[in-house]
């Protein structure tokens, strides 16, 4: 017995060809959205829970989601600012 073979044009083949690999990119896509975005969850949950709310905890710079904290050369310490000191410069 042999093998059956069927012999599609070159203009299907190419068809058939570039419809799978719309479908793959897109999937491709998606997959990576998804995982992006769960990372990005992961890293901010992280900062939330174990870090105490800080982004960036550095000894100069403490950067987080209930504060704001910079260096006061003056001051030769942290200065954290308060929720009216960052809408005066802007930052809402």
């Not at 719309?22 to 992280?46: F, I, N, S």
């Not at 939330?48 to 000894?59: I, M, R």
Request: proline share 2%; net charge negative.
């Amino acid at each position: 017995p042999t093998a059956g073979f069927t012999v599609v044009s070159r203009e299907h083949a190419g068809t058939r060809m570039g419809l799978l690999q719309q479908r793959c990119t897109g999937h491709l896509l998606c997959a990576l959205t998804l995982l992006e975005a769960t990372g990005a969850l992961a890293l901010m949950l992280y900062a939330l829970l174990w870090e105490a709310g800080n982004l960036v905890d550095l000894p100069d710079k403490r950067i987080g989601f209930y504060n704001f904290c910079l260096w006061n050369e003056t001051a030769g310490e942290l200065q954290c600012l308060e929720y009216k000191h960052l809408q005066v410069v802007g930052i809402r």
